[in-house]
């Protein structure tokens, strides 16, 4: 099985963590977002020019919550998705939302923070992450402070696609200096220190703390 994509890009960072659940052996093609992504060669791997991307036995998909369920189907141990079908379609649902959602607003942070400055030695664009802190964020946040439960994960004791791709949104945002407030949001800021704390997730932040090096340089 062939992962492409860099482990610090969240959406990549899911795959892992979810391999690493199940204890999946993949061969890794770190290959960083840019101009490379749009080349033919990986536009025939994913035509829409996004990582992550998945080679698996001649099997080739792209998007991280397909190649998750894929998984789930394909190594069913742990389970990544609760069971009774009202919750598996509000794992799906929240896994979505953190794509669509809170994607862009954690990955403003992370460009504007961290990337931008270390690595492109780009000036941040204050406005954007203005606009994303006072604008963008808030109305997610709150969302998701309904959501998420008092102890546990987001469907009891074991994580699931949903917990996966909440917490790799925030773990890139936290890159980039940003952190939940717990003053305004108690309940989300509680439960990413937890999910962030698992141990699989802690192991997932020593496996990408040399690339991060290397990006600050
Ligand atoms: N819905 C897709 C989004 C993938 C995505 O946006 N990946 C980013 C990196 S995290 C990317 O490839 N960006 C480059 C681009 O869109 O040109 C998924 O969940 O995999």
Not at 41 to 53: D, H, T, V, W, Y
Not at 158 to 183: C, E, K, L, Q, R
Request: with cysteine; aromatic share 10%.
């Amino acid at each position: 099985m062939k992962l492409h994509g860099a482990i610090i890009s969240p959406n990549v960072r899911k795959v892992v963590i979810a391999c690493m659940v199940k204890g999946i052996d993949f061969e890794s093609n770190m290959i960083i977002p840019g101009p490379v992504l749009k080349e033919p060669e990986f536009l025939k791997i994913n035509p829409l020019g996004q990582i992550p991307a998945l080679e698996d036995e001649g099997l080739i998909i792209g998007d991280s919550n397909v190649i998750l369920q894929y998984l789930d189907e394909k190594y069913p141990e742990p389970p990544l998705l609760p069971s009774s079908p009202e919750e598996r379609a509000k794992c799906r649902w929240l896994a979505e939302y953190a794509g669509a959602a809170l994607f862009p607003c954690c990955g403003t942070m992370f460009r504007e923070f961290f990337v931008n400055p270390s690595y492109f030695k780009q000036p941040t664009n204050q406005k954007a992450v203005d606009e994303t802190v006072k604008e963008k964020f808030p109305p997610v946040l709150d969302y998701l402070e309904a959501q998420t439960p008092g102890n546990d994960y987001l469907f009891g004791e074991h994580i699931t696609i949903a917990d996966i791709s909440i917490i790799s949104m925030f773990i890139t945002a936290s890159y980039g200096g940003f952190s939940v407030d717990p003053n305004r949001w108690p309940t989300l800021a509680a439960y990413v220190g937890r999910v962030r704390s698992h141990p699989l997730i802690a192991k997932c932040l020593e496996r990408e703390k040399e690339m991060i090096k290397m990006i600050i340089g």
